[in-house]
C-alpha cells in the first residue's frame, strides 16, 4: 500500500511587505536582503488572522465533502500557539465542519513538528486504510522591529491531506532523525518574541544537515544521485543554498548539480515572497517546487529536509506519483500579487497591535479585506472565528 500526500494547499495573509522598503527605513543595503539572504517580500498578519484562520484557509481550499467525512484525524503544528490548553486543530475541526468523531490536537516542536505530524500520519492510515488525516504547519514568524531575524519574519499556513493511493507523493520508509539539546532560538511562555542565537543557529543547522545526511546515505545507501530535487527547510533561503552546496558531492556529473541547483531555485520561489511560515516552510518549499518545475515526473524521488531548532532535523523522501501535477495550482504567484503592500509604518503598527480586551475580556474585530477566516470578537475571554469570505 502507498500512502502520501493526496492534497496540499497553502494560505498566507492579505498584506505584504517588500524587503527594499524595510532595508530603507532600517537604512540597510537593499542587496543585503536579496542576495545575502535571498528574500524579496514577507507576508504581514494582521490580529484577526492567526495560526487558526490561516490553517481552515489553507484546508478549506482543498477539502471536498467527502474528504471531511473520511478525515478522522488533524494534527496542527505550530510554535505559534494561540491557547496553553485548548489545540488550534479543534477549532480548525469546528470551521471546516470535519466529521464529529476525530482526534484532533496539536504538535510542537519549533519548525520541525510537521514533520512528525506526517509520520504519524503515514502510521495512522497504514493501521486505518479508508482513514484521511489533515495536517496542517501553521505560524507566523515575528522577531521583532529592528532585529536581525526582522527580514525573515513571515505567516502561512501549508495544509496535506493524507491518504493511502496518494495523487501527489507516495512516502518512502526512510525517515532517519536526530535531536541535539542546543539552544540556538527558543520562546519562552514569557516572551511574545524569540530568543535567537542567529549565527549559531545556521551553524547548527547546516551540521545537522551534514551528519543526518550522512547517516541517511549510510542507513539506505542512496546517493544524490538517486534524487530529482532536495527540498530544504527555509528559514531564508540562502541558508538552503548554502545546505545543498554542503551536500553536492564533489563526483556528481555538471548535469546532475545543474538538475539540482535549478529544482532548488524553483523552490524558493513562494518563500521568496512569504518569509519564513516556520514549520510550513519546508513544504511551501516543496509546493514551490511542484508548482514551478514543468520537468518533473511520476517517479521522481524528491528528498525533504526537516529542521527545527532546539533541535530536531529529519531527512525522509517521497515519489512523485503519475497525474501530480492535476492537483496543484498553477496560478500561486498571481494569488500572491494580490496581497496589498504596506508601508513600513501600516507594517509596524499592525507588528504592535495587541489584543486590548475590556474589563470582562471581551472584543470586537473587524475583519480584514480579502480574509477567508476572520477572528471575529474575543467574548469572556473565548477566541470566535468566522468564515467572512470564499
Ligand atoms: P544578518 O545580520 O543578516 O547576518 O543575520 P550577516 O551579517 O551574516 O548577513 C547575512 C548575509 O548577507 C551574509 O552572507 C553576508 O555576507 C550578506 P553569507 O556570508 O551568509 O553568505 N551580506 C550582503 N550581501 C550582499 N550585499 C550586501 C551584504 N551585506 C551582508 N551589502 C541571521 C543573519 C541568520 C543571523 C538573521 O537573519 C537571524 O537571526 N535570523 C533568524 C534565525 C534564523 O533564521 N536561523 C536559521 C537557522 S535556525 C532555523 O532554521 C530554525 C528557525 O526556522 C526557527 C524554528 O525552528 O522554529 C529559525
Redesign the pocket.
Given at each position: 500500500m502507498t500512502i502520501g500526500i493526496d492534497k496540499i494547499g497553502f494560505a498566507t495573509s492579505p498584506y505584504v511587505l517588500r524587503l527594499e522598503d524595510l532595508a530603507t527605513a532600517r537604512d540597510t543595503?537593499p542587496?543585503?536582503l536579496s542576495?545575502?539572504?535571498l528574500l524579496k517580500e514577507q507576508s504581514v498578519a494582521p490580529i484577526t488572522e492567526d495560526i487558526v484562520t490561516l490553517a481552515a484557509t489553507a484546508a478549506d481550499d482543498i477539502l471536498t465533502d467527502e474528504d471531511k467525512e473520511a478525515i478522522d484525524m488533524v494534527i496542527l503544528a505550530t510554535?505559534s500557539g494561540i491557547d496553553q490548553s485548548k489545540a488550534a486543530a479543534v477549532f480548525v475541526h469546528g470551521l471546516l465542519d470535519i466529521q464529529p468523531f476525530a482526534r484532533s490536537f496539536e504538535m510542537k516542536e519549533?519548525?520541525?513538528a510537521a514533520t512528525a505530524a506526517l509520520d504519524y500520519a503515514k502510521l495512522h492510515v497504514e493501521k486505518f486504510p479508508q482513514s484521511k488525516v489533515l495536517v496542517i504547519a501553521s505560524d507566523i514568524a515575528k522577531?521583532g522591529i529592528g532585529t536581525?531575524?526582522e527580514?525573515?519574519q513571515g505567516a502561512g499556513a501549508v495544509a496535506m491531506l493524507i491518504s493511502h493511493n496518494p495523487r501527489i507523493l507516495s512516502f518512502n520508509d526512510d525517515n532517519v532523525a536526530q535531536t541535539r539539546d542546543v539552544m540556538?532560538?527558543w520562546r519562552p511562555n514569557y516572551a511574545t518574541t524569540p530568543f535567537?542565537n542567529?549565527?549559531y543557529?545556521?551553524q547548527?543547522?547546516l551540521d545537522s544537515l551534514k551528519t543526518t545526511w550522512a547517516e541517511y546515505q549510510k542507513r539506505t545507501g542512496l546517493a544524490l544521485t538517486d534524487f530529482a530535487a532536495v527540498c530544504f527547510?527555509l528559514?531564508?533561503p540562502?541558508?538552503a543554498l548554502?545546505g545543498l552546496k554542503k551536500i553536492l558531492d564533489k563526483s556528481l556529473s555538471e548535469e546532475k548539480k545543474d538538475q539540482l541547483q535549478y529544482n532548488f531555485d524553483q523552490s524558493i520561489l513562494y518563500s521568496q515572497r512569504v518569509g519564513?511560515i516556520?514549520t510550513g516552510?519546508l513544504f511551501l518549499g516543496l509546493l514551490s517546487l511542484l508548482e514551478n518545475q514543468p520537468q518533473l515526473k511520476a517517479g521522481d524521488r524528491i528528498a525533504l529536509f526537516s529542521?527545527?531548532?532546539g533541535a530536531v532535523s529529519e531527512i525522509f523522501s517521497a515519489n512523485l506519483v503519475p497525474g501530480f501535477e492535476q492537483l496543484l495550482d498553477h496560478k500561486r504567484m498571481e494569488k500572491l500579487d494580490q496581497r496589498t503592500v504596506l508601508s513600513v509604518a501600516d507594517y509596524e503598527r499592525l507588528f504592535y497591535e495587541e489584543v486590548d480586551l475590556d474589563p470582562s475580556g471581551n472584543q470586537v474585530f473587524e475583519p480584514a479585506t480579502h480574509q477567508t477566516f476572520a477572528l471575529t470578537e474575543i467574548k469572556e475571554h473565548q477566541r470566535t472565528y468566522q468564515k467572512v469570505e470564499k
Open positions: 543595503d542587496e543585503k542576495k545575502g539572504l510554535e519549533a519548525c520541525y522577531y536581525p531575524g527580514p525573515t540556538d532560538f535567537v542567529g549565527i543557529s545556521t547548527q543547522y527547510h528559514p531564508y540562502k541558508l548554502k519564513n516556520y516552510s529542521y527545527g531548532s
